[in-house]
């Protein structure tokens, strides 16, 4: 955090206590990382909508540069000042400092898209040689990355699938090669298949040798921040497309990694080099998102789960793939009691028939948006082997478990009854 370069010293842990007590980071969002005095008393942080910052001195210039580019060590109480808006900006440094209290991270990176916190990552910790060891399946765009722009670089990505136990992680990791990244979504998407994220852990520590840790990095986009936090069960990355849960209001594209300082400051240096880096209205936006993301999150959730109810008891119905009705018993649900606290707001579901009746369905909503995304204030629904997934060719489509007649819904924060009118009339149009 660096502040400090606005004009005083900035603490950082400064405000999260009252008396013994360690506030909660719903109750943090609103003034944590900000000091009004250093922006004319503004009571919400401005938009610094600048491309480059005024140094003091030419000493100062000369300092910030020799932390920013490594040439030494930084001192007991020095922090890398503001430079150029494609190394930071305030708006996007304090958006990181808030986003680390959701998972208790170390520091953060903003970038201006998922994709590009994904593909600055593998960047960073992939080496030519190295093969990407991913659940399956996993988000088109960090598929169609993994499987054919890494290539080009000799790195190369090996599945394994949602839901493997350990000795099935680790069977897959025996045929393939050199692993340098284990990296896991879940639950998965659309299926909404959970990864056991401390099995994946387990097996990149197996596979680390000396001089070379193989990491893992979890997508936690479908969950978090709220609802599972991937870091404390020893991942060393939590990567998020904030453009859903965190943004969550459909208007704005980025993305977040967050980890250990001394791994972070690797992937920063490359965003720099990259220019991956989010702007600062990016940075405003998303800063305004998070003073609600307990309450959106919350809403949905509870949402989802009346949504996920009616749909369950539906004649029209065929299964229901949500996180809130798994099994008693089963190895899901006992990931699921491990790893996460609420079941979130995504669904699946297979309607009785085919495309036909899912295309019926879908284009008989009304207040549901038909469209791709997840995770806005709206509901939306769609459908994944002939949308998100359409590129996953037929025969892994039924291997992974994405079904003709699967809809997707992410559930919004509109009044649950009149989102279960809805499905209701749809349905009865089919
Ligand atoms: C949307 C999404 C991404 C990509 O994020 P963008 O912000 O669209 O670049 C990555 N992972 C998951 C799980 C997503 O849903």
């Not at 639950?187 to 990149?204: E, F, H």
């Not at 009044?415 to 349905?427: G, M, S, V």
Request: hydrophobic share 45%.
């Amino acid at each position: 955090m660096s502040m400090k370069s606005l004009g005083g010293t900035m603490e950082p842990k400064k405000g999260r206590f009252i008396g013994g007590r360690r506030l909660k980071p719903e109750s943090l969002m609103m003034s944590y990382g900000y000091r009004p005095e250093l922006s004319e008393g503004a009571l919400k942080c401005p938009i610094f909508q600048t491309s480059t910052f005024v140094f003091k001195s030419a000493e100062e210039g000369k300092a910030f540069f020799e932390l920013a580019y490594g040439l030494r060590e930084k001192g007991p109480s020095e922090e890398l000042g503001l430079i150029y808006s494609r190394l930071n900006n305030p708006d996007v440094e304090i958006l990181e400092d808030r986003l680390c209290l959701w998972d208790e991270a170390e520091a953060c990176a903003v970038f201006e898209s998922g994709m590009a916190a994904i593909s600055t990552l593998a960047f960073e910790f992939l080496r030519p040689g190295d093969t990407i060891l991913h659940s399956e399946p996993i988000y088109g765009g960090t598929e169609y990355f993994f499987k054919h722009i890494l290539p080009r670089y000799g790195m190369r990505a090996v599945g394994f699938p949602a839901g493997a136990d350990e000795k099935a992680m680790a069977a897959a990791a025996r045929g393939a090669g050199r692993v340098g990244m284990v990296f896991v979504e879940t639950p998965a998407n659309p299926t909404n298949i959970l990864v056991d994220i401390g099995a994946a852990v387990r097996l990149a520590k197996k596979l680390s040798v000396k001089g070379r840790r193989v990491v893992t990095a979890v997508d936690n986009t479908f969950l978090g921040p709220l609802w599972q936090h991937p870091l404390a069960f020893g991942a060393d990355f939590v990567l998020y497309s904030a453009t859903k849960f965190i943004g969550g209001h459909s208007d704005v594209i980025a993305g977040v990694c967050m980890g250990r300082e001394a791994d972070m400051k690797r992937v920063r240096t490359l965003r720099t080099f990259l220019g991956t880096l989010a702007g600062p209205w990016t940075g405003w936006l998303l800063l305004r998102s998070l003073e609600t993301l307990k309450l959106r999150m919350t809403c949905m959730m509870k949402n989802a789960q009346k949504a996920a109810d009616f749909l369950a008891d539906h004649p029209k119905v065929e299964a229901v793939h949500y996180l809130g009705h798994l099994e008693e018993g089963s190895a899901q649900r006992r990931i699921f009691e491990r790893q996460c606290l609420a079941p979130g707001s995504m669904i699946s579901f297979e309607i009785k028939g085919g495309e036909k009746q899912a295309f019926r369905f879908l284009n008989a909503l009304k207040l549901f948006s038909l469209a791709v995304s997840l995770g806005g204030t709206e509901s939306l629904a769609e459908h994944p082997a002939t949308m998100t997934h359409s590129d996953v060719a037929p025969a892994d489509q039924r291997r992974m478990g994405i079904t003709p007649k699967m809809v997707r819904l992410s559930i919004g924060v509109e009044n649950p009854e009149d989102l279960i009118a809805d499905l209701a009339q749809a349905l009865e149009a089919v």
